[in-house]
Every structure is written in structure tokens, then in C-alpha cells.
């Protein structure tokens, strides 16, 4: 399959052009991989998890999907990526938690480049440590969308494929590489994959390691974690899920002065980020009714340890980038 999109190639929108995709799909790749192993980074995101699901359907336990919990991932979603895959879809899951590893690392490091390049750093160390521990695996899958090739000139630089040593030798396997972004999660619908997992918002390679503001600390970053849990379920709770693009909380590095339980007490701030935009470069700010915003602050500032304000981001891109970091 070349890089190129045929344009007489239709638009994957029913079932039943997904269903013709995958059989198609899962014949190639038996094709071009045998008898012989697929090495995959299964992140939990859409893309990585569409092409975990089609090679399950096509070579079973051939595929051995890694999943590298650096620490920085929202609720529960480790546990989720265990829960379909390992125990839904039988999968060859090798899970890593790799927190103290990445945490240490990042201790003290606030710049934001810095930050990301220890991550993305780290997690190429710890899949080449996984990877060597395996025996006769000829071939990599990839998660690559026709956009990345688009960007890339078919080159997708990410935290889970690029950067990988010279002397792992693989052939690519990249079965959706010729779809765009809603067409891959029609082909994860019908694949069985749950909504939460196809329809999961974009979130960066770096995790929540670029919205805990900073130099990263684990009671600063469990507090954003739980504050992000409760904006996500509020949003799904009044529909907002389904209408913005993306939407999280970022918590600085700094504190105010609130009050609880009648005593001065200090606790940072969590910032509610929701926007809307078709293609990332331009985005707008998505109105949220006032009381939907009160009783996410009600939660937050209620159930958040560490946390005593609940701010809104309104500033559109440009001037403000999607990502605060």
C-alpha cells in the first residue's frame, strides 16, 4: 500500500465500508506478516488502539502490544487499555509502570522542552528495553493516520515510534495510514472498541506532564489528575463531551489563600481549557453554561485535595496556544 491516497478511494462513514476496510486490512496484513511477530506501542489512544484491534482480528497473539505507564496518563486510563485489551480482547499485553522512573527524572525540571524531551526520551529507553527482552520479532506497527504523512512526508514523529536506536531493524506495519482521523474511529466502532476509547479526545504525547505547570510534583499532579477527571465527567453528564474538541484542566505551579473548614489554607489553582477548532490551528473558545461551571468548581474545590480556585481559560488561538506548555 503506497503513501498515497487514491481518490477514488471513498470516505470510510457507515459500518459497512469499515467492515470492507477491515477485511481488507486484515488480508494485507496476513500477507505481508506470516507467521512472523508485530511489535506495537499501544498508547490507549485512538489511533494505537484501532491498529491493536485490527491486528488482534488479523494475527491473534503474533501482536505484542506494549503499554508504558510513564505516570502521566489521565484516571484510569491504564486500567482501561488492561481492561479491553488483556481482558476483553485476549491480547499479547506486556504492561509497564514506569512512574518512579519518569517522576524521578522530572523532578525539579520546569522548563516545558526540557519536560517533554525526558519524556519522550525515557519512553524510547523503556520500549527498546521491552523490545530487546523479545525474541524473533521481524515487524513494528504503527499508529500512523493519513494527516501524519500529510505533516511528515510519511515520517511520524512521535513519542512512540521515532527515536528508536539504528540497530532495531523492523518492518512497518501501518495499517490505517490512509485514514483520517473520523474515519479511524468509525473502523474502531466496528472493530468493538467502546466509545470512551474511539471517541477519546486528543491528548499529548506527553501526558499531563505538559498541564501540571512547571516542575512536575506527584500531590500537584494526582490533584490535577482527579480536578481532569471531574471536568471530563461533568462534560459527559450535560453533553459538552460530544460538541467540544478538546477540553482539560491545567494546575500551575503556585498557590492563593482559600478558606476550608473556617482556616486560612493555601491550594493551587485549576484551570478549565475548552475549545473548539476543525484543524488545530485556529481555535475557539467553547461557551459553558454558568451552571455547569459552578457545580465543576463545587466538585473540584470539594473533592481536589490541594486545590481552592477553579478558573476559565477564555482565550482563543491565536493569541493562546491549545496547550498551555
Known amino acids: 500500500m503506497s503513501n498515497v491516497r487514491p481518490e477514488s478511494m471513498a470516505r470510510i ?36 488502539s484501532v491498529v491493536a484491534a485490527l491486528l488482534i482480528k488479523a494475527i491473534g497473539k503474533q501482536l505484542i502490544c506494549v503499554h508504558v505507564n510513564h505516570g502521566l496518563m489521565r484516571k484510569d486510563e491504564s486500567e482501561e487499555v488492561i481492561r479491553i485489551f488483556r481482558d476483553g480482547l485476549d491480547a499479547n499485553l506486556v504492561y509497564v509502570d514506569a512512574t518512579d522512573r ?45 494527516p501524519d504523512i500529510l505533516e511528515s512526508d510519511g515520517v511520524k514523529a512521535h ?39 474511539v471517541d477519546r479526545q486528543p491528548f499529548p504525547g506527553p501526558g499531563l506532564g505538559v498541564r501540571c505547570l512547571g516542575a512536575i510534583t506527584r500531590d500537584r499532579l494526582h490533584a490535577l489528575r482527579e480536578a ?62 454558568y451552571e455547569v461551571l459552578h457545580k465543576i468548581t463545587a466538585r473540584i474545590t470539594a473533592e481536589v485535595e490541594g486545590i481552592n480556585r477553579v478558573l476559565l481559560d477564555l482565550t482563543p488561538k491565536p493569541v493562546g496556544t491549545i496547550e498551555w506548555e
Open 228 to 289: 481532569d477527571a471531574i471536568l471530563r465527567e461533568e462534560f459527559d453528564i450535560c453533553g459538552l463531551s460530544q460538541k467540544v474538541w478538546q477540553y482539560f484542566i491545567a494546575v500551575p505551579d503556585m498557590k492563593s489563600v482559600g478558606v476550608k473548614d473556617s482556616k486560612r489554607y493555601e491550594g493551587w489553582p485549576a484551570i478549565i481549557r475548552a475549545v473548539n477548532t476543525s484543524d488545530a490551528m485556529t481555535a475557539t473558545i467553547e461557551e459553558i453554561p
Open 13 to 48: 462513514e457507515t459500518k459497512e465500508l469499515a467492515d470492507k476496510f477491515i477485511a481488507e486490512q486484515v488480508a494485507e496484513v496476513r500477507a505481508q506478516v506470516g507467521d512472523k511477530k508485530v511489535l506495537l506501542a499501544l498508547s490507549g489512544g485512538v489511533d494505537s
Open 102 to 146: 519518569f517522576l524521578g527524572k522530572l523532578e525539579g525540571v520546569s522548563d516545558p522542552e526540557k519536560k517533554r524531551k525526558i519524556i519522550g526520551g525515557e519512553f524510547i529507553v523503556v520500549f527498546d528495553e521491552e523490545a530487546r527482552k523479545l525474541t524473533d520479532v521481524d515487524f513494528l506497527a504503527q499508529g500512523t493516520i493519513y
Open 159 to 197: 513519542h512512540n515510534v521515532g527515536g528508536l536506536p539504528e540497530d532495531m531493524k523492523f518492518e512497518l506495519v501501518e495499517p490505517i495510514k490512509l485514514l483520517y482521523k473520523d474515519e479511524v474511529r468509525v473502523v474502531g466502532k466496528a472493530l468493538g472498541l467502546p466509545a470512551s476509547m
